[in-house]
RNA sequence: GUCGGGGUAGCUCAGCGGUAGAGCAAACGGCUCAUAAUCGUUAGGUCGCGGGUUCGAAUCCCGCCUCCGACACCA
């Protein structure tokens, strides 16, 4: 019986191009975990898109005088280009500013208000003087009241460490242009967080399957709920859908009360673009859907509480009735079943910081390295359980001697043996008990390693499926099949076949962590179709006459299955070529010079 | 400051109550079909520091040092 599993992407924020310590937090493994599951027959929607209001985009669109929406715009394709040509395999990757997202918003903001969850009070805010636009506080410096510090910001002094208000700071200035906020009171929309407390302490109580620190993190922030603001005194973002807002242009609705909405309008915007508008309802108002989400360690709050409090506020009388209530009109909307959280990756020992050129986009890696290369490395040396560090040479080590010699070199020596010698898979003659042993162990790799992954433990997915494939190398060695046949041409073919067998197995256990490498590994044996794949961009226009490109794909044409696959006896093979570039070690001196040409 | 998470072999990390693990790097040997790739063997650690609980602690508890993150108007 087919599970559906929703797979829920942290949004990419627009205001500029992502380096790979985002893709490593969110978007390799939400790919691997939607992959395998589909492999597995499962039915998976992955949705996700840009995050693209808030303050941030509006002062980046002032510095380079572009309206928000070109600023959004811009960096939604470029975001959309570097998950397109990694591979990550959305369903759905779509933004925060479409027709569809705002009328969904909207509709949650109407329900929630409507029940008493949101409450309005008056606050003191600061605003820029020349803009008056809201200053968060920590665009807000100023002289700290405590120790004289001169850079204080309007939260934090950063040198004596007190929390502070903007109100506190001596003579407080904007971080944007210099000039000093006007502090004056307007009336904001709160989410009612401590109605949700008991409920929510409860929910997350049960939740013993969620990795420690996300569990004990958020039992831990409910002690101390607050009512939320979810509104700032902003041009750019989703309209408050009340009649006395609904026309000004000085008051929006919060970016992250917006943005985890996203997981849902995006839900229902992909049920409408293939032409089942109700087909949202299978993973959100089915009790036996199981939601995963996939971020960086900095947004757990947001998706254990927050998120989930919305959740649970728009269902508590029965119901989401969105554009149309439907079958299961009066199932609630599904909870998260897993809050998977990535630790963070540093570079070079340093802090990822656009600002001071410590980093290195998606998009520049993949014009200069493979996206499996990547997709390797993030996975076996990424941040899934502590922060760690990426550095040029440790990329190269584990590309040149993991990935290339243990895995592509395998490959190549089968295939290039084969191809030699007979050109198509051969038959082989008795299985000895070696070769039915080695078989074994390779065909049981999908059991564990499928056990791995919904386990959301990648690391040590990939390093059993690695371990097998030199488990395979062992095997070559001390068969040496290449000196048998000059004396028993039909036990080589049999040592070859059982090899291919093990490296076509192998190639389906790849799939999920690097599907580019196995599509061709696919080829080369001699199949066609695709295991899993291909992504494509689709445009839709909206009723208010705009339009939108957003990354999908037609993934029910794949023909990959998670067991160990079928290889027919006399198949010819297509000439092969190996599966991974070797890198230059020269490349690290390069790397880091280029880094330190951009240090600012 | 409060809260959370780290500190384990030269490097990157796994283990999280029962005689210290992997990969790479190192040394030696085998093989030479394969992108000089592979295979085997060896060596390498008082598991941040101090105390405690336990028959037994890298693993649990307390204190300290140190790194990272969150702390609610950055997202």
Avoid at 27 to 37: E, L, Q
Avoid at 494 to 519: D, E, G, H
Wanted: glycine letters at 8%.
């Amino acid at each position: 019986m087919p599970q559906h599993i929703l797979v829920a992407v942290a949004w990419p924020y627009a205001n500029g191009p992502r380096h790979i310590g985002h893709v490593a937090g969110f978007g390799v493994p939400a790919d691997i975990f939607a992959r395998y599951h589909r492999l597995a027959g499962n039915r998976v929607l992955m949705v996700s898109g840009t995050d693209e209001h808030g303050t941030p985009i509006t002062i980046v669109a002032e510095r380079e005088g572009l309206t928000p929406r070109e600023v959004a715009d811009r960096y939604n394709r470029v975001i959309a280009d570097d998950l397109h040509n990694l591979g990550l395999s959305y369903d759905l990757f779509t933004r925060t500013t479409t027709l569809n997202h705002y009328q969904v918003t909207q509709d949650v903001f109407r329900t929630l208000f409507s029940k008493g969850y949101i409450l309005r009070q008056e606050t003191l805010g600061a605003f820029s003087a020349t803009t008056g636009r809201t200053l968060p506080d920590r665009y807000i410096e100023g002289t700290c009241p405590i120790c004289g510090y001169t850079e204080a910001r309007g939260d934090q002094c950063d040198n004596c460490g007190s929390q502070l208000d903007p109100t506190d700071l001596i003579n407080p200035r904007s971080k944007i242009d210099g000039s000093p906020p006007v502090f004056k009171t307007t009336e904001h929309f709160f989410l009612d967080l401590p109605a949700f407390a008991d409920r929510l302490q409860q929910w997350i109580a049960k939740q013993e399957h969620w990795r420690p620190n996300v569990r004990s993190f958020s039992l831990n922030f409910i002690k101390d709920l607050k009512p939320r603001p979810i509104t700032r005194d902003l041009d750019w973002g989703v309209p408050i859908p009340l009649p006395e807002y609904e026309h000004r242009d000085d008051k929006r609705i919060y970016v992250w009360f917006d943005a985890v909405i996203g997981y849902l309008s995006a839900s229902i915007e992909w049920a409408h673009n293939r032409g089942t508008p109700d087909a949202w309802r299978d993973w959100w108002q089915n009790r036996y859907a199981r939601h995963f989400y996939f971020m960086g360690k900095d947004n757990i709050v947001f998706h254990t509480i927050i998120w989930p409090a919305q959740l649970m506020g728009v269902s508590s009388d029965g119901y989401y009735a969105g554009s149309a209530a439907g079958a299961f009109a009066e199932v609630s909307l599904q909870l998260p079943y897993n809050v998977v959280s990535s630790e963070f990756l540093t570079m070079e020992g340093k802090k990822f910081s656009s600002s001071r050129g410590v980093v290195i986009y998606v998009k520049d890696f993949l014009s200069r390295y493979d996206a499996d290369a990547l997709r390797y490395y993030l996975t076996i040396a990424g941040p899934e359980n502590q922060d760690t560090d990426f550095t040029w040479a440790e990329f190269v080590r584990r590309n040149n001697d993991e990935l290339v010699a243990t895995w592509g070199n395998l490959v190549n020596r089968t295939l290039t043996n084969v191809h030699r010698t007979f050109g198509a898979v051969p038959r082989p003659g008795a299985l000895q008990e070696g070769d039915q042993r080695l078989l074994d162990e390779v065909e049981g790799g999908f059991a564990g390693i499928g056990a791995m992954i919904e386990d959301v433990r990648f690391k040590a997915a990939l390093t059993e499926a690695m371990r097998l494939a030199a488990q395979v190398n062992t095997y070559l060695s001390e068969q040496e099949p290449w000196k048998v046949i000059k004396d028993d041409p039909e036990r080589a073919a049999t040592i070859w076949y059982v090899a291919l067998r093990c490296v076509n197995s192998l190639k389906i256990m790849f799939t999920p962590f690097l599907p580019f490498s196995s599509q061709r590994l696919h080829e080369y044996l001699g199949f066609d179709g695709y295991i899993a794949g291909p992504l494509e961009f689709k445009e839709y226009t909206e009723d208010d006459g705009r339009s939108h490109r957003v990354l999908t794909g037609n993934y029910g044409c794949w023909i990959g299955r998670w067991e160990p696959p079928r290889l027919p006896v006399g198949q010819t093979l297509r000439q092969p070529e190996p599966l991974f570039k070797k890198l230059d070690e020269k490349i690290v001196e390069e790397e880091l010079e280029r880094m330190r040409a951009g240090l600012k």
